[in-house]
């Protein structure tokens, strides 16, 4: 049975920076896509950022028009990690939102796993 926990989210005045994290636990990862989605209030979830195996040690990374330039995605496939991480900086009052990490086992997005969420709230 896989897990994702999500941590790192948390209140933070525009133009500032967080880093989210999921760890996953259950299983090795590195050849599984993960990614990043979110949901306002009122909104539907969307997706943000995610990354998946390219061959070798090389990952493709892909961002929502929204995010790019400011959400970086990252991967730590060690053992002990097993972790994606979304680096946010320059956040937006319209960042504001609950963000999930998902997890895709065939290796491409499609998601099977899916975290609790973590809050991100952005103060004008």
């Known amino acids: 049975q896989v897990q994702l926990v999500e941590s790192g989210g948390g209140l933070v005045q525009a133009g500032g920076s967080l880093r989210l994290s999921c760890a996953a636990s259950?299983?090795?990862?590195?050849?599984?896509?993960m990614g990043w989605f979110r949901q306002a209030p009122g909104k539907e979830r969307e997706f943000v950022a995610a990354?998946?195996?390219?061959?070798?040690?090389?990952?493709?990374?892909?961002?929502a028009d929204s995010v790019k330039g400011r959400f970086t995605i990252s991967r730590d496939n060690a053992k002990a990690k097993n972790t994606v991480y979304l680096q946010m900086n320059s956040l937006k009052p319209e960042d504001t939102a609950v963000y999930y990490c998902?997890?895709?086992?065939?290796?491409?997005?499609?998601?099977?796993?899916w975290g609790q969420g973590t809050q991100v709230t952005v103060s004008s």
């Open positions: 998902a997890l895709g086992p065939s290796g491409d997005y499609v998601w099977d796993y």
């Open positions: 259950g299983r090795t990862v590195s050849s599984y896509a």
């Open positions: 990354t998946k195996w390219s061959g070798g040690n090389a990952y493709y990374a892909d961002y």
